[in-house]
């Protein structure tokens, strides 16, 4: 079955530096693996996705991910945060061919100023 | 575009009321998807569809728990009678092939 895992409840960070929020997966197959963002009251906001390609993966407000193969890894990272950064990230994986995803427990950014 | 429009966006009732959540999904898109996310449980999927019409309802907690589309353009989860227990946001999603999901801003619904 498709899963993934991300390992940290909350990530704090400040204003400036270097953010990493980590995901890792375990699928059957090739992996199509999402970031979503949410902010306080709305709904998940699609970040960036990899399903083939370059392993490095941009996306929107300057958020990339890094997928490692190896380490089954799909990280989520930006070089220099901001305050507004904070929210609450998903990872998320595609099950099979529907098009469903399953997602990780979240993992809350605090970017302090 | 209008994006994914949920009514009501919030919703108090008394337990064992008649509960019916609504969901507009974006034109075009072919596949659609109701989630609930609580602190407890995160984000569950609780059934999806497919052109109207339903692939997987594993994740329906139980038979008070139905959901319809009716068409392309609307579909409703209804809870009859609703529980305290079902308390959460409620969100909708759509998509179509190689696209991402897009969520609506969900509806907060308390059972007291």
């Known amino acids: 079955a498709q899963s993934v895992a991300q390992p940290e409840d909350q990530v704090n960070v400040a204003e400036g530096n270097p953010l990493t929020v980590k995901c890792t997966y375990s699928?059957?197959?090739?992996?199509?693996l999402f970031w979503y963002v949410q902010y306080p009251n709305r709904g998940l906001q699609f970040l960036l996705k990899?399903?083939?390609?370059?392993?490095l993966v941009k996306g929107s407000y300057g958020f990339e991910a890094e997928f490692n193969k190896s380490q089954t890894s799909f990280h989520l990272k930006k070089p220099s945060a901001l305050v507004s950064d904070s929210a609450l990230y998903f990872c998320?994986?595609?099950?099979?061919?529907?098009?469903?995803?399953?997602f990780g427990k979240g993992t809350k950014l605090s970017v302090k100023p | 575009d209008a994006g994914v429009i949920q009514s009501p966006r919030h919703e108090v009732t008394e337990m064992g009321q008649e509960v019916t959540l609504r969901c507009k999904p974006i034109s075009g898109h072919n596949s659609l998807f109701w989630y609930r996310q609580t602190m407890m449980r995160g984000l569950e999927l609780l059934i999806y569809f497919n052109n109207n019409v339903p692939i997987d309802d594993s994740g329906m907690p139980e038979d008070r728990f139905s959901a319809k589309m009716p068409n392309a353009s609307f579909s409703t989860l209804k809870i009859q009678p609703s529980e305290p227990r079902d308390s959460a946001v409620y969100f909708c999603?759509?998509?179509?092939?190689?696209?991402?999901?897009?969520f609506g801003d969900g509806t907060r619904l308390s059972i007291l």
């Open positions: 999603a759509s998509t179509r092939v190689d696209q991402p999901q897009h």
């Open positions: 990899y399903i083939t390609g370059d392993n």
């Open positions: 699928v059957s197959g090739n992996p199509y």
């Open positions: 998320a994986v595609r099950d099979g061919s529907q098009g469903n995803l399953i």
